[in-house]
């Protein structure tokens, strides 16, 4: 028997090793008749059980029970995962007859967390039984119990160690067969389906909607097809679920089928085989599968909570800064009208977050790859943000009064607006917090996504709506008095610059040709206003005015604007750390290197990418670090919509940018603060020396 080792080794280091054992002992008994008995069954028992006596042209049943010595050991499923050995069976069988395949109950996911990386395993741990099938030919003569007879080859692990074991069998009667077959995950009596989609594999089994599925997860029986570990994302809607697994970047990538077990919980499952074809898109995700119970969905408001109140102080947040500082300055009136003010301001920040996130989950699910903040990647988006903006700054300044966006006696109107436009604008980026309440608000039910959204737009008003209610807080601002004219018009100056970025941004995004063809448009819709403010002082009718001002200049830009759209590309040679493009192959390939490797998301829309960049990414310190430490660099641009990249975002729990990732040789990702130090890339390289 193999020896339990004095000093201590990884349990999937010592099970390779006994792996291997085990097949090459294999190989040395492929010719023997009789194979003899290497290791024995001294810590995981193996008793050969026939059911009854077998029939003529019927199928009979022989049953493998394992029964471990103690606890702490297992066995292991036909695919055991990253490390393990399946079953070997080789029964003695009288001629013509024919074993099956061997069905397993549902086993149990093992995962090990090693320095380097982590691992799942298949198991059964406790007593199991294996079912074999066996075909028993037509019009065959049956005098009493055959003797089949037969040898067994597995393996017995426990958490820290791994044996070899083996038995020679000798089929016997008895056993609680009824219980076995109800152990076993019953075979689906529908076609499922699979399909390759990038680095995933999609499959679409069909459930009835009346199964419940407390803990669903897929085990796969192809060996090295998908990734073990990995979330799972599943996908369901009436009577069919979806699962998309990640593939196993060192396998093929290919099947011919695919088959496994589909469990709905620890113990009941069922057993599929897919064919290819079309897997549906689009479909609820199970917010079960993420085990939300009620502490962490309760973890999940508060994080929203507390993301949204520190947006407030976010580098992406600061443009809208000078509105709120206008409404609470307006704040010293009367206690009704501010609170009437902070509810109205409340109301729009918290009705746009709600509206973004409902337009989010309704884009994924018709099977749009989009994330938060999808809104600034959409160019027509953002130069009506350009035009906002704009407008607001000429009003800051004197230049024209619009009623709808006064910051006059028009208290409840304007605020709502203030909290619409802070919501869209403030929402850009993630901030402390937020990623784990967005990221579970791609998985969750659709009502608790909600419920996250409204609960991130009510953090970004609290501090405004606590001024409103608060008197003690009011006290401390301002009273009101003509300096805020004179502040108003000095807030057109953030705002001007607000603008500037837009139009920035609106050339990053459709390219120089299509800023300058924004901008003539902006120029006319900024003249109307103008002729209209003029006729306003005078008293005469003074919007069919604006129609006719404007009308020219937006007939040209829905001609001009389409025209003069040219998609961006990113100079990945204007970055000090000469960085590549982000593909899954090429991180693949990095990772592959034995090198470090650094990954970063951002948008030119992403205003705390920016800061970060300066600040941490974009230095000669920084390239000077990396050179030295190797460390392989990669980016991916999120400006404009990228499937691949919001794909990989949504897998590391992240709804929008910046995102930033560090692998060590051969580690799992570790992903860093949202909001980057200095020194914090540094050190990393400089530990990888």
Excluded at 482 to 505: K, N, Q
Aim: charged fraction near 15%.
């Amino acid at each position: 028997m193999f020896a339990a080792p004095r000093f201590a080794l990884p349990a999937w280091l010592i099970g390779l090793f006994a792996a291997l054992l085990l097949a090459s002992g294999a190989a040395a008994q492929e010719a023997e008749s009789e194979p003899r008995v290497r290791y024995g069954d001294d810590n995981i028992a193996v008793q050969l059980v026939a059911d009854g006596m077998p029939r003529a042209g019927e199928e009979w049943m022989l049953a493998l029970r394992f029964t471990p010595t103690s606890d702490e050991w297992h066995g292991y499923w036909s695919n055991p995962g990253d490390a393990g050995l399946g079953m070997v069976l080789r029964p003695n069988l009288p001629e013509g007859w024919e074993m099956g395949e061997a069905l397993y109950p549902v086993p149990e996911r093992f995962i090990q967390e090693l320095p380097t990386q982590s691992l799942m395993n298949h198991i059964y741990k406790g007593p199991y039984t294996v079912l074999v099938p066996v075909s028993v030919p037509d019009g065959t003569a049956i005098e009493g119990l055959p003797n089949v007879t037969g040898y067994a080859e597995y393996l017995a692990c426990t958490d820290v160690l791994c044996v070899p074991q083996d038995a020679a069998l000798s089929a016997g009667q008895g056993g609680d067969f009824a219980r076995w077959r109800a152990e076993i995950a019953p075979l689906l009596d529908a076609s499922a389906q699979f399909e390759i989609a990038g680095d995933m594999l999609r499959l679409a089994i069909p459930i009835p909607e009346s199964v419940a599925l407390a803990e669903p997860h897929v085990f796969i029986a192809e060996a090295r097809l998908v990734q073990y570990p990995p979330a799972q994302a599943l996908y369901r809607e009436g009577d069919m679920l979806v699962a998309e697994i990640p593939l196993d970047p060192f396998g093929s990538g290919e099947a011919q089928s695919v088959s496994g077990i589909l469990a709905f919980d620890k113990e009941t499952g069922v057993r599929f085989t897919a064919e290819p074809g079309e897997v549906p898109q689009g479909l609820p995700s199970i917010g079960a599968q993420m085990g939300v119970n009620a502490p962490a969905l309760w973890t999940l408001i508060l994080g929203a909570l507390v993301g949204g109140l520190i947006l407030n102080i976010m580098p992406c947040v600061f443009p809208i800064l000078s509105l709120k500082a206008l409404s609470l300055a307006r704040a010293g009136g009367s206690e009704a009208e501010a609170r009437a003010e902070g509810i109205a301001y409340t109301a729009g920040v918290v009705i746009a977050c709600v509206a973004l996130g409902g337009i989010m989950l309704a884009l994924r699910a018709a099977g749009e790859q989009v994330g938060w903040a999808f809104q600034l990647q959409e160019p027509s988006v953002v130069i009506a943000l350009l035009v906002l903006a704009t407008v607001i700054t000429m009003n800051f300044a004197g230049i024209f009064e619009l009623p709808s966006i006064d910051t006059g006696n028009g208290a409840g109107r304007s605020a709502f607006a203030t909290g619409l436009l802070a919501a869209i604008a403030a929402t850009p980026c993630t901030g402390p917090f937020m990623a784990a309440a967005l990221g579970a608000a791609l998985l969750l039910p659709t009502p608790l996504a909600l419920v996250l959204f409204a609960t991130l737009g009510l953090g970004l008003a609290l501090p405004f709506l606590a001024i409103g209610f608060v008197p003690a807080l009011r006290r401390m601002l301002p009273k009101p008095g003509a300096w805020m004219d004179r502040f108003r018009r000095l807030m057109a100056i953030p705002m001007g610059l607000t603008a500037l970025a837009l139009i920035w941004l609106t050339a990053q995004l459709g390219g120089r040709g299509f800023a300058l063809f924004a901008l003539i448009m902006l120029f006319g819709i900024v003249l109307a206003l103008f002729v209209v403010g003029r006729l306003q002082q005078a008293g005469k009718m003074a919007w069919p005015a604006f129609g006719l001002v404007a009308a020219p200049f937006l007939i040209f830009g829905a001609f001009a604007l389409p025209s003069g759209y040219a998609p961006p590309s990113r100079d990945l040679a204007a970055s000090l750390l000469s960085p590549q493009e982000f593909s899954r192959e090429a991180l693949a390939e990095a990772r592959a290197s034995g090198q470090p490797v650094f990954v970063w998301f951002t948008a030119d829309w992403c205003v705390t990418c920016k800061v970060n960049e300066s600040v941490a990414i974009e230095r000669e310190v920084t390239a000077d670090a990396f050179e030295q430490a190797g460390v392989i660099a990669i980016v991916g641009d999120w400006t404009v919509r990228d499937e691949e990249i919001t794909g990989f975002l949504g897998e590391q729990g992240a709804a929008g940018v910046p995102l930033y990732l560090w692998y060590e040789p051969g580690a799992d990702a570790e992903q860093l603060p949202q909001v980057l130090t200095p020194d914090m890339l540094t050190e990393r390289a400089e530990r990888s020396r």
